[in-house]
């Protein structure tokens, strides 16, 4: 790394935070961490980093803070809450909130941060637990160019694709689109094996046949074999793609733009939350479907 490396603060580390978190330690980054529960943070100080008390703390030693946390209120209070980062933050840093959260949200933070000199960039990922692990995280950044410029080092120790999305709040959109995208094909995934299955078939067979066909795709690849294998670890949890799936529908309601498929899917997924799956992988909303054809899609 050239000159001076940007000091880092990271809040959040959950089964995304922390692994990206240890990429930006191993880039050589010096870095401070903080989470609300405090074992959590063990595994970062143990490879380095240093203990922040608060967010507050964690920016007051920081050029460049990350947050990681789960929804526009969580982001909302470790910014602007009681000890939160606005709070620490000097002139010049730079806010990276990586959370999926409402893109108003994220243009009213935007808004409060500079009026201290504080630049935000909102930067939701795409890529999962694996991606997070690996480095190879797709980021969609919305905010000034000039800011990114500043930030892609500590950017690229998390992703592979880093694209400049637009204005605050557009890294947001993007990342809610791909929510629709990545959400409706699932929900397809899903139904198929469980129509599959009560035909009778050999779903490996069809697992085989169809991931080499045009309906192939990244959620048939991965998510479509853990049903076949009954593995409903997450990965990406149930009640976070039910969070996702509101934040798109208030977005789409603001905008005025009709949905027909995509109601139907976030009803899948909350429906998985309210039967108890919301802490599993997003492949769970499949027992749903099960439960209502009274057939599992498991491989013999
Ligand atoms: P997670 O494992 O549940 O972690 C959430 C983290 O946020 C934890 O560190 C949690 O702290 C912290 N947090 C939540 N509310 C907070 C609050 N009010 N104050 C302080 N800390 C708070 O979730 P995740 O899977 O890492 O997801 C994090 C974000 O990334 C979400 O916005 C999610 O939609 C997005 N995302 C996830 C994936 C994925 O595959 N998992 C992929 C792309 C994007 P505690 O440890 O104290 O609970």
Redesign the pocket.
């Known amino acids: 790394m050239a000159g001076t490396p940007l000091r880092v603060g990271f809040?959040?580390?959950?089964?995304?935070?922390?692994p990206m978190s240890l990429n930006v330690l191993r880039a050589g980054f010096p870095l401070t961490v903080w989470?609300?529960?405090a074992s959590?943070a063990r595994a970062a100080l143990d490879s380095g980093a240093q203990a922040g008390r608060s967010?507050a703390d964690v920016a007051s030693r920081s050029d460049v803070v990350i947050t990681?946390?789960?929804?526009s209120?969580?982001?909302e209070?470790?910014v602007l809450?009681r000890e939160g980062v606005l709070e620490g933050a000097r002139p010049g840093c730079t806010l990276v909130d990586?959370?999926?959260?409402a893109p108003k949200v994220t243009r009213s933070l935007a808004q409060r941060l500079a009026e201290r000199g504080v630049e935000l960039l909102d930067a939701?990922?795409?890529?999962?637990?694996l991606?997070?692990q690996n480095g190879t995280?797709s980021i969609m950044v919305g905010g000034k160019p000039q800011v990114l410029e500043r930030c892609r080092p500590v950017l690229q120790a998390m992703g592979q694709r880093i694209t400049y999305c637009g204005p605050n709040g557009m890294g947001q959109v993007a990342?809610l689109a791909n929510q629709i995208i990545a959400a409706g094909t699932l929900a397809a995934v899903c139904e198929g094996l469980v129509f599959a299955a009560t035909a009778g078939a050999d779903l490996n067979a069809v697992h085989q046949a169809v991931s080499g066909g045009a309906a192939s795709s990244w959620q048939l690849e991965h998510l479509g074999r853990r049903i076949l294998n009954g593995d409903f670890a997450?990965?990406?949890?149930v009640k976070?793609?039910a969070?996702?799936l509101r934040l798109v529908a208030e977005a789409a309601e603001e905008l005025g733009v009709s949905q027909l498929v995509t109601p139907a899917v976030r009803q899948l997924f909350r429906t998985a939350e309210q039967l108890g799956y919301g802490e599993e992988g997003t492949q769970a909303a499949v027992k749903v479907l099960e439960s209502l054809a009274k057939k599992e899609a498991r491989a013999g």
């Open positions: 809040i959040g580390l959950g089964l995304m935070g922390l989470n609300r529960t959590k967010p990681m946390v789960s929804d209120p969580d982001v209070e470790v809450g990586m959370s999926t959260i939701p990922v795409s890529g999962g637990t991606g997070a995280l990342k997450p990965g990406f949890m976070l793609m969070k996702d």
